[in-house]
């Protein structure tokens, strides 16, 4: 029986540069909520995490960097070259995982579940799942994106495959197999077929949303990438010129909001949800329409979803021209912050690696009852 009978759970697997996370965001896309596993584990040996203690207990002090936080490129190369050391973080860290992913199973609304696990069939999780996903690529396409996308040497990318359990058995154990080594519309296309075909049953995303007043919100989809490319291109007076590939591309990684003031677009917000933490990279609103209510309305509709996503903490990166609304987005919780005076590591990190040039990040805390905090 199921451990979480009123839930659809699946499990999407497959070894390292195969494109998990880009099936998983398509089903995000389509209406699941997504959990990323490996993602929780790193949070689970962050400082003030409660496998930190032990992780040190078990490796030594050496593993620290200087900010006191593990480096978890000496504990990964540590982990990767000795299997019993490996043995010993997963005893660590996979317990405190499965913990966090039980508890957020069960305040999901989402009747859909989307576990991503790099091991998910080596683990107890894979006997809760309703369905196996894998995703294949051929492992010459696995070393091309380690070494282009991760900066790995080819010979370090070639044994970080090699000491992996083998992908084919990933597929013989999958009820669905997606083959991603095609384009983006491809994947896509085999995603929306599969979920259709399993989950007739599942809840889809509510695409228009009305709101007071003449405006709405209209969740973007692949489809209208040609229209949002124009639309950011414009809003952002060339400054992020888009093409429809480069906004087809995105869907891999983040969802769109379109603002539309009588039908017409006057505002967007991309924006992506990555281990609790809420992204909004692309903001954008036409400055001819009313701000505060403009403003106002994109921004709620964005906070709901990420709430909906369980988020603990928004972050925006916002163009000099939006950040001198400092009163509309003062009323609405923000403050300016700089990415290193956020305290959770996990937080910290995504404003670290979003940054942009030009932009100012505004930071809002969503939610207190935060997973993985120290027992």
Avoid at 93 to 117: C, F, N, T
Avoid at 254 to 274: I, R, S, Y
Avoid at 312 to 327: D, G, K, N, V
Wanted: aromatic residues 6%; glycine residues 6%; proline residues 5%.
């Amino acid at each position: 029986m199921s451990k979480w009978p009123e839930k659809y759970v699946i499990g999407l697997t497959g070894n390292i540069a195969t494109g998990k996370s880009v099936v998983r965001k398509m089903l995000e896309h389509l209406g699941a909520y997504g959990i990323d596993a490996d993602a929780l584990s790193h949070r689970a040996i962050a400082k003030g995490a409660p496998g930190y203690q032990p992780t040190l207990n078990a490796f030594g002090k050496w593993i620290l960097a200087p900010d006191g936080e593990i480096d978890r490129n000496k504990l990964s190369k540590l982990a990767f070259n000795d299997p019993e050391a490996m043995s010993t973080l997963e005893d660590i860290v996979h317990p405190l995982v499965g913990q966090a992913i039980d508890v957020m199973i069960k305040r999901a609304s989402q009747r859909v579940i989307v576990i991503e696990a790099i091991k998910l069939l080596e683990s107890e999780l894979r006997s809760f799942c309703d369905s196996i996903w894998v995703v294949n690529v051929p492992a010459e396409s696995q070393v091309q994106r380690l070494v282009e996308k991760r900066g790995m040497r080819k010979e370090d990318a070639q044994q970080r495959i090699h000491f992996q359990s083998s992908q084919q058995q990933k597929v013989a154990a999958a009820a669905v197999v997606i083959q991603n080594a095609g384009s983006f519309e491809d994947t896509w296309k085999q995603v929306v077929a599969k979920w259709k075909e399993l989950t007739p049953q599942a809840d889809t995303v509510q695409m228009v949303k009305p709101v007071s007043g003449e405006f709405t919100i209209t969740r973007g989809r692949p489809r209208d990438s040609k229209s949002i490319a124009e639309l950011i291109t414009r809003l952002s007076k060339g400054i992020k010129k888009l093409e429809t590939d480069d906004v087809m591309a995105a869907f891999g990684e983040k969802a769109f909001m379109l603002l539309q003031l009588n039908g017409q677009p006057v505002g967007v917000a991309g924006w992506q949800v990555e281990n609790l933490v809420a992204r909004t990279t692309e903001f954008f609103i036409d400055p001819a329409v009313q701000m505060d209510k403009a403003l106002n309305t994109l921004v709620a509709e964005v906070e709901r979803a990420s709430m909906d996503l369980q988020c603990e903490a928004s972050l925006y990166f916002l163009p000099p021209e939006l950040t001198s609304h400092q009163a509309i987005w003062k009323t609405l919780g923000y403050e300016a912050r700089e990415p290193q005076s956020l305290g959770v590591p996990a937080w910290k990190d995504a404003a670290i690696e979003s940054t942009q040039p030009n932009t100012t990040l505004f930071f809002k805390q969503l939610r207190v009852d935060r997973v993985l905090r120290p027992i």
